[in-house]
């Protein structure tokens, strides 16, 4: 494929406007042909900031112009969408989380597998190079045998209506926050990870998920103590314990695109920091989406993005299934 990579980007989230859309703009051999919104006007509004033509959702799906599709739509809608632009033969690149339930991502991944597509979830944490030093830290034996992750990613409570808080929407801080630290935990630990325990906050008049911690065990044992939600002052971190060493990451999530990453390891007698360079990992995640349509690449690569997820979404489901509920009057904010 010759020609720029031709996006659709389907729904006008606050994450497409503030991150994935000015991110696209930074990247070689990719072009915004259209922005779809149940919302005329604002469809409007994004194409004449953006680019492209405002369209409505099957427009998009049926349009020729169009060859990967940009999903941002609220959790529970991204089944839908994403099958059926991959029905109408185009890429995906999904928001996290792919989909709601561990029986929709496999449908996808099966879909797309059948229809010779790329489909992957759009964690961009994962394209930032910060997480391949400490990797390489860990595999160099720095922190001599590993056996605690822990992970944590919060947020303060979103404003009262937020879609967040919908549950005909696919919502609550577990799929909005919570898989952050669950698929960390996946890129440091592996596959096969299982759910010891796990505890959810929620709401009792709307039953959505404001809080929660859960225990994961890798296969040789080691332990991931993940905690995330809306109820906090915003942290975005994860550290490794050894029994050698400490090493512990800030902003491990949503750095910045000039965020500099500071890795601090600490040993019985000695503390050294990294200075990492900066990286633009929104950008990053659209460069190698685009590139691998270009290429048309098959693929290892992509078989690891199908796979993790649906771990990820096997993960959530069987911490749904875990939990004790701490049952909390009031919860979301009115």
Known sequence: ????????????????????????????????????????????????????????????????????VYLSLPNSLHFEWAQRALRAGKHVLCEKPMTVSAEQTDELVALAAERGLLLRENFAFLHHPQHEVVRE????????????????????????????????????????????????????LGEGLTVAGATLRVDTETGVDMAGHALL??????????????????????????DAAHLSLERAFTPPAEHRPVLRLEEKDHAEEFTLDASH??????????????????????????RGARETARLVEAIQETAVRVRQRGAVPS
């Open 217 to 242: 065990v890798s296969e040789n044992g080691v332990f991931a103590d993940l905690e995330f939600g809306f109820q906090h002052a915003y942290r975005s971190r994860y550290a490794l314990w050894g």
């Open 281 to 306: 990992q929104f950008r990053d995640s659209l460069a190698s989406f685009a590139g691998a349509v270009r290429e048309g690449r098959t693929p290892e690569i992509e078989r690891s993005w199908l």
């Open 137 to 188: 830290l860990v595999e160099r034996g720095r922190l001599g045998r590993l056996r605690t992750f822990s992970s944590a990613f919060g947020v303060p409570s979103p404003r009262a209506g937020d879609i967040r808080y919908d549950p005909e929407l696919g919502a609550g801080c577990l799929l909005d926050v919570g898989v952050y630290p669950i698929r960390a935990a996946q890129l440091m």
């Open 1 to 68: 494929m010759n020609q720029p990579v031709a996006w659709g980007v389907l729904g006008c989230s606050g994450i497409a406007e503030r991150r994935m859309l000015p991110a696209l703009h930074g990247i070689e051999g990719s072009r915004v042909a259209g922005v779809a919104s149940r919302a005329p006007a604002r469809a409007e509004r994004f194409a004449a900031e953006h680019g492209g033509t405002a369209m409505s959702y099957e427009e998009m799906i049926d349009s020729s112009a169009i060859d990967a």
